[in-house]
């Protein structure tokens, strides 16, 4: 059974750090990967979606990459800002293309 | 241009009471989800439509059924409600192999 896994589970920066959230999965036979962002009481928001023939995408100070081969993602966040605090979820599609694996999260707060 | 909209956003039932969530996209999205969110379990598929009058079992589909009878709509119904069941339902759609998009979650209380 496919397993995510998000690391580090809870972090908080002074704004205008740059940082990184990590999402990796047990099995590496990912066919695409999808990070979101889900505010307290809300729905998850797409942020950005890695295709199958991609390794990363790019979005504002966001950018994600994609490492078929060990099954890692990483979410880079560029001058972090107190309205990007909310939680990043990561989620990889399996390979017949039909079901999305999500992981926990990672709960982000960006303090003033 | 609604994206994916669900009804009703919050509900409270007793035990062994039924209910129907609804879900409607207008994206002419051939694949959607129910998914149930829990603190410390993270998101949990339900189950899943991969077209029109096609439905499929998910991870946690026990207590629950669903129709898809339109395209644009997804019903996740629940026969005799448990308080097992409280949690926050999300409905998701997408094109093949695109983008997930999500409504903004049916919280349901079942006492």
């Known amino acids: 059974k496919q397993e995510v896994t998000q690391i580090p589970a809870a972090l908080s920066v002074p704004e205008g750090e740059n940082l990184v959230l990590n999402c990796s999965f047990t099995?590496?036979?990912?066919?695409?990967l999808q990070w979101f962002r889900q505010d307290p009481g809300k729905g998850l928001t797409s942020l950005l979606l890695i295709q199958s023939s991609q390794r990363e995408q790019t979005s504002g100070r966001l950018n994600a990459s994609l490492d078929k081969s060990s099954g890692r993602s990483t979410l880079y966040i560029a001058a972090s800002q107190p309205g990007d605090s909310a939680t990043y979820l990561c989620a990889g599609m399996d390979n017949y293309g039909q079901n999305f694996v999500f992981g926990p999260g990672t709960r982000l707060s960006v303090l003033p | 241009n609604a994206g994916v909209t669900q009804t009703p956003k919050f509900r409270v039932l007793k035990t062994g009471q039924s209910m129907t969530l609804l879900c409607a996209q207008d994206?002419?999205?051939?694949?959607m989800y129910w998914y149930r969110q829990d603190p410390g379990m993270g998101l949990r598929l339900i189950h899943y439509?991969?077209?029109?009058?096609?439905?499929a079992k998910g991870e946690v589909p026990d207590g629950y059924n669903v129709s898809r009878l339109k395209k644009q709509n997804f019903l996740l119904g629940l026969e005799s409600a448990a308080p097992s069941q409280t949690s926050v339902y999300f409905c998701?759609?997408?094109?093949?192999?695109?983008?997930?998009?999500f409504g903004e979650g049916s919280r349901l209380t079942v006492l």
């Open positions: 994206m002419n999205h051939e694949y």
């Open positions: 998701a759609s997408r094109f093949n192999t695109g983008e997930l998009f």
């Open positions: 439509s991969v077209g029109e009058g096609t439905t």
């Open positions: 099995d590496s036979a990912i066919y695409n």
